[in-house]
């Protein structure tokens, strides 16, 4: 939103006979701010997404900052250090080192103890050196809480995109269907959570390893526990899953470590 010179004007001279009338101890009832900055880095034992490793089983640096505000709307960027050698040196060609993700959105309530999330998701990868690698994939998602425990049941849909030709085809689309549960145990620092997914098109697991020549859909699963150290520092593991074929550093089932702290 902007302002114009004269309403900033105007507010300089308000707020300035507000601090000339005012007791010092004011701004101690001073309204919370509108916008609130969040943060976290992380390091993992191996990036999974969806199930398959985007880091060729190796460790990962990530981190991401989000600017909430109180409206619901929100921005922010994330973004790992991923290896493909895996996979071959045609995708680390085009991928590179670096995933990026810049993402906007809404979250809020839509009915009694219903909280929405809806938003759009761009992955990006800044120094990939051939081909396009670059896509975007719409979200939306609802959760709500049953006592000590929480649920989600949420779609990602990326529409037909060159990045997402992989079968000989001009552009293809991608669809995500998840489901997560999570809850604390109670009196302890320690919670635990699940997610099962399925995806179905050009990111299908199935074709990724080779299991399929077509985008037959396939699951994605973890369990994991997270124990918090201190109010912004955490360690988490989790059991990681997939369909298809399994290949050592890529779609073998493992378990990952997550080192956190937000701020």
């Avoid at 899953?241 to 089932?253: H, K, L, P, T």
């Amino acid at each position: 939103m902007f302002t114009s010179i004269r309403g900033l004007l105007a507010a300089t001279a308000l707020a300035g006979a507000a601090l000339a009338a005012t007791p010092a101890f004011a701004d101690e009832t001073d309204a919370p701010s509108a916008i609130t900055v969040t943060g976290n880095v992380a390091l993992v034992t191996d990036y999974r997404f969806r199930g398959l490793s985007q880091s060729s089983g190796d460790p990962a640096v990530q981190g991401g900052i989000n600017v909430n505000h109180s409206s619901g709307l929100y921005v922010g960027v994330w973004s790992s250090s991923t290896s493909f050698k895996v996979v071959g040196p045609a995708a680390e060609s085009v991928y590179g080192s670096q995933e990026l993700d810049i993402f906007g959105g809404w979250t809020g309530a839509v009915a009694s103890g219903v909280t929405a999330d809806v938003g759009l998701l761009y992955y990006a990868y800044p120094n990939g050196h051939v081909g396009k690698a670059e896509f975007f994939e719409p979200y939306a998602s609802l959760s709500t809480t049953l006592g000590p425990v929480s649920g989600k049941l949420g779609v990602n849909y990326a529409w037909k995109q060159e990045a997402l030709n992989f079968n000989g085809g001009g552009k293809d689309d991608n669809v995500y269907i998840y489901g997560e549960l999570s809850g604390g145990i109670p009196n302890t620092p320690v919670s635990l959570s699940g997610h099962l997914g399925y995806t179905d098109g050009a990111l299908s697991p199935k074709f990724a390893t080779g299991q399929t020549v077509d985008y037959k859909g396939g699951l994605d699963w973890n369990v994991g526990a997270t124990f918090a150290i201190t109010k912004n520092l955490s360690v988490m593991g989790q059991y990681v899953g997939v369909e298809g074929r399994s290949i050592d550093g890529y779609s073998n089932d493992t378990v990952v470590g997550t080192l956190k702290l937000s701020f």
